[in-house]
């Protein structure tokens, strides 16, 4: 006992173990790269995943995976049954206030929400690219509408993506949690995150400093609310994004820092 309690600690001490306990809450979105995500997921320490969709798109991995009802189009018997069967929580339509994704009027999601409640699964509201606060807004709306036909939400999915790089972008995202959960009363699932800025008309990155700084400031503060019960950066695979977190099975400087974290 004592020899292999002294071989964990020279282990430990020369980082061939990880000297953390890797955060429940850590997950990852993959969508690209379905053969080396598993191993990327493993290498990342991520409790969890999904993939836009109801089904694990050919990733095997121990995470649990979550299944998502995408829009309107995914609300059929064959992508339902495969979400019951695929999980213990669902996640609701992805981006309905945006044109390329899901592009759907709260009167309509809401009139399809009794068929993902049917699944019985822990369900997650829609999840608004933006204005997940405003008064008024898509989620607000979507809310309200539920809360008169007596319709279930258990969580918030939201997504963010901050435009300000320096070290101040931990608090805006810090400010925009509590205030979704403030008016919703409810546990929030960050879903989507990262720092881009798309304010020229096209995507503009932070430097790898500035990136692995947020991510462990972020992923920090994140750990540290309790009505944070999930967060997933953006996204797993290089392929998908310059922010992703491995290529292959190798991780990125970005994926060092999430995996550490």
Request: charged share 20%; net charge positive; no cysteine.
């Amino acid at each position: 006992m004592r020899k292999t309690t002294l071989l964990l600690i020279a282990l430990l001490l020369m980082g061939a173990l990880p000297s953390h306990a890797a955060s429940a809450k850590k997950g990852v979105n993959a969508a690209d790269d379905p053969g080396p995500a598993g191993a990327a997921m493993s290498a990342l320490d991520a409790r969890w995943y999904y993939t836009w969709a109801s089904d694990r798109r050919g990733i095997q991995s121990n995470a649990e995976f979550v299944p998502m009802i995408w829009g309107a189009g995914s609300v059929t018997d064959a992508e339902l049954n495969a979400a019951r069967a695929n999980g213990r929580q669902l996640l609701g339509f992805n981006e309905p206030d945006m044109p390329g994704q899901a592009n759907m009027s709260v009167e309509r999601a809401l009139d399809l929400w009794p068929r993902l409640q049917s699944t019985g699964l822990r369900l997650g509201a829609p999840a608004v690219a933006y204005g997940g606060d405003v008064p008024g807004g898509w989620l607000d709306r979507f809310m309200a509408g539920a809360r008169a036909r007596n319709l279930r939400v258990d969580f918030i999915p939201i997504h963010w993506y901050g435009q300000d790089f320096s070290s101040a972008a931990t608090g805006h995202l810090e400010g925009y949690l509590r205030n979704v959960h403030a008016r919703y009363g409810k546990p929030i699932w960050l879903t989507e995150y990262a720092l881009t800025d798309w304010r020229s008309g096209r995507a503009v990155y932070p430097t790898e400093q500035q990136q692995n700084a947020f991510i462990t400031a972020s992923t920090r503060m994140l750990d540290g609310l309790s009505f944070v019960e999930r967060y997933a950066w953006f996204t797993l695979s290089t392929r998908t994004s310059p922010t992703g977190l491995s290529t292959g099975t190798t991780l990125t400087s970005a994926g060092r820092t999430y995996q550490a974290a």
